[in-house]
C-alpha cells in the first residue's frame, strides 16, 4: 500500500487569524463528549443549551447537531478574545487541519491552506500524530437526532443522546 502523502509530517501553527471561526457559513458538528463537556461547562440541560447554542442539519441520514452561528456568520462562542470554550472546544475543532477531507489528497491539502495561513509553516506534526486526530474525530462521532426528535428539542433529556 502506497505511503500516504503526509508520511514524514505536515507543518502547521494556527496563526490565530480566525477565518475558521467566523465570517463565512459552516458547520461544527457536536460528538457525544463534546455536548457531554459543554453541558458540564455551562451547567445547562439540553433543551436550553440547544435553544441557545445549537442548530440542526439534515444529512439526509439523521438531523446532526451542529453549533449555531451568529447573523454574520460567526461562531456562536467566537467573541473578539477569540473562542470563549477554546479548553472545552468539540473535536472538530480540536482536531483541525487533519481531518480526513482535507488530508484525501495532497492538492487538498494545499487547498485548505488557501483560507487557512497556518497550513504548510509552522511546526511539523508527525504522522502518528495526525493519524491519532483522523481516529480521534472518526471514533468522536457527530450526534444525529431522528425526525420526531428533531422537531421536538426542546423536550429531549442529555441522558438520550449521551446514552445512544
Ligand atoms: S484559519 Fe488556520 S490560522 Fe486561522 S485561526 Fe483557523 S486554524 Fe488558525
Ligand atoms: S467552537 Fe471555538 S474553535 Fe470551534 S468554530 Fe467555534 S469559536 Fe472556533
Known amino acids: 500500500m502506497a505511503e500516504?502523502?503526509?508520511?514524514?509530517?505536515?507543518?502547521?501553527?494556527?496563526?490565530?487569524?480566525?477565518?475558521?471561526c467566523r465570517g463565512g457559513p459552516g458547520y461544527v458538528f457536536l460528538s457525544k463528549d463534546d455536548l457531554h463537556r459543554l453541558l458540564v461547562r455551562f451547567a445547562l440541560d439540553f433543551p436550553t443549551f440547544f435553544a441557545k447554542y445549537c442548530?440542526?442539519?439534515?444529512?439526509?441520514?439523521?438531523y446532526a447537531?451542529?453549533?449555531?452561528?451568529?447573523?454574520?456568520?460567526?461562531?456562536?462562542?467566537?467573541?473578539?478574545?477569540?473562542?470563549?470554550?477554546?479548553?472545552?472546544?468539540?473535536?472538530?475543532?480540536?482536531?483541525?487541519?487533519?481531518?480526513s477531507s482535507i488530508l484525501a489528497s495532497e492538492g487538498d491539502w494545499l487547498d485548505a491552506g488557501r483560507d487557512c495561513p497556518g497550513i504548510g509553516s509552522g511546526k511539523l506534526h508527525s504522522r502518528s500524530h495526525i493519524e491519532e486526530c483522523l481516529y480521534a474525530r472518526r471514533s468522536a462521532g457527530t450526534i444525529l437526532l431522528s425526525a420526531e426528535e428533531a422537531a421536538h428539542p426542546e423536550v429531549i433529556d442529555a441522558a438520550t443522546l449521551l446514552g445512544r
Do not use: H, M
Open 4 to 20: 500516504p502523502f503526509y508520511a514524514a509530517g505536515l507543518r502547521f501553527s494556527c496563526a490565530r487569524c480566525s477565518a475558521c
Open 55 to 62: 442548530t440542526l442539519v439534515d444529512t439526509g441520514a439523521g
Open 65 to 99: 447537531l451542529s453549533l449555531k452561528e451568529k447573523a454574520n456568520y460567526d461562531c456562536i462562542f467566537w467573541e473578539k478574545c477569540g473562542c470563549v470554550i477554546y479548553d472545552d472546544r468539540p473535536v472538530q475543532c480540536a482536531t483541525f487541519p487533519f481531518w
